[in-house]
């Protein structure tokens, strides 16, 4: 094991009895996260994300292999492990609605151990930074349900711990509060260097915050890399060149295959599998026009083009990488 590693999964599975026979919902699963890292897991409905979460959080026991938090057994030495962990489970009332926001985050915060004057001035600079301040007193049960999901946020945090898991934790927000949630998971752990698992299909969000991604499909990871790592991989050879003025000014010096669309007072210019010397010759005719060069890039898709892509095919990027998983049950239809 990983003496520095905030969240470690080792051999992890899980079968369940089913029919006439067992199904494997987890399949030997090892994973590493380094304290102060962002994880993106992701995978479509059905491939063990779930599961997988619910046994690092100790509400699901494993069949084989072991979960450490923070160094910490889940299974061996479940109380101390959990004081590690915050989380927030998709599909599941992490609060209690009959009471209001602040009797929920005294709850939470005396249930893992903390006294009442650590938990008030814990629970003020939660409710106000998530914009909730003001509804403290009211049940949650009357609040939206992007309001009761920033409770259930609140309420991970409480104890402030160095483990958080957030499972769809903008599922049902607002561009608003979802910017606030998003900015809360950069502090923790950039500034406060939170070890982060986030699980989404926002893909959006984990493109801009997690610092490594690791992809399951069809129960098996097959994907885990730096974020920036699975991006390049999947760069392609085509360029974009940004000029100033409308198309018909390039017409002429637009190579075969090449792409002109027009965006107010500019162009855009795409060339479709370009060398390196394509695009000197390319810039060099535009020079040569006088025509002003506002800015080339090389083309390259979003992580929701590269996880489709992934999900599609039929092989892993990084035959190295972590374990394998099956399908959860939980989730499948």
């Not at 090389?298 to 095919?313: C, K, N």
Request: glycine share 10%; hydrophobic share 40%; charged share 25%.
């Amino acid at each position: 094991m990983d003496d520095h590693a905030a969240i470690e999964l080792a051999g992890l599975t899980k079968r369940y009895k089913r029919d006439s026979g067992w199904f494997t919902a987890v399949d030997n699963v090892t994973l590493s996260v380094p304290a102060g890292q962002v994880l993106g897991l992701l995978g479509p409905n059905g491939a063990g994300k779930t599961t997988t979460i619910k046994m690092t959080c100790g509400l699901i026991l494993p069949t084989a292999g072991t979960i450490r938090l923070g160094g910490y057994d889940v299974t061996r030495q479940r109380g101390d492990a959990v004081r590690h962990l915050g989380a927030v489970l998709e599909g599941s009332r992490n609060v209690y609605w009959p009471l209001s926001a602040w009797q929920n985050l005294l709850y939470f915060g005396r249930l893992k151990g903390l006294r009442g004057r650590e938990i008030k001035p814990r629970a003020q600079h939660l409710l106000t930074g998530l914009g909730l301040w003001e509804h403290r007193n009211e049940t949650v049960g009357s609040f939206s349900r992007g309001m009761q999901q920033k409770v259930a946020i609140a309420a991970a945090l409480i104890t402030d711990p160095p483990v958080i898991l957030l499972d769809e934790p903008t599922l049902g927000l607002d561009v608003e509060a979802a910017r606030t949630v998003r900015d809360w998971i950069t502090r923790l752990s950039r500034e406060e260097g939170k070890t982060v698992v986030l699980t989404t299909h926002q893909l959006g969000i984990v493109q801009e915050l997690a610092d490594r991604i690791a992809v399951i499909r069809s129960g098996k990871i097959i994907a885990d890399l730096p974020t920036a790592d699975l991006l390049a991989r999947y760069a392609e050879d085509r360029f974009e060149v940004r000029v100033a003025g409308l198309p018909g000014g390039i017409a002429g010096a637009l190579p075969a295959g090449a792409r002109a669309e027009a965006d107010t007072e500019t162009t855009r210019v795409t060339l479709r599998d370009a060398s390196q010397d394509g695009l000197r010759g390319f810039l060099n005719d535009l020079w040569a026009r006088e025509v002003p060069v506002l800015s080339v890039t090389r083309a390259q898709p979003d992580l929701e083009a590269i996880f489709l892509r992934l999900i599609r095919s039929g092989s892993a990027v990084d035959d190295g990488a972590a374990g394998m998983m099956t399908a959860d049950p939980e989730r499948a239809a």
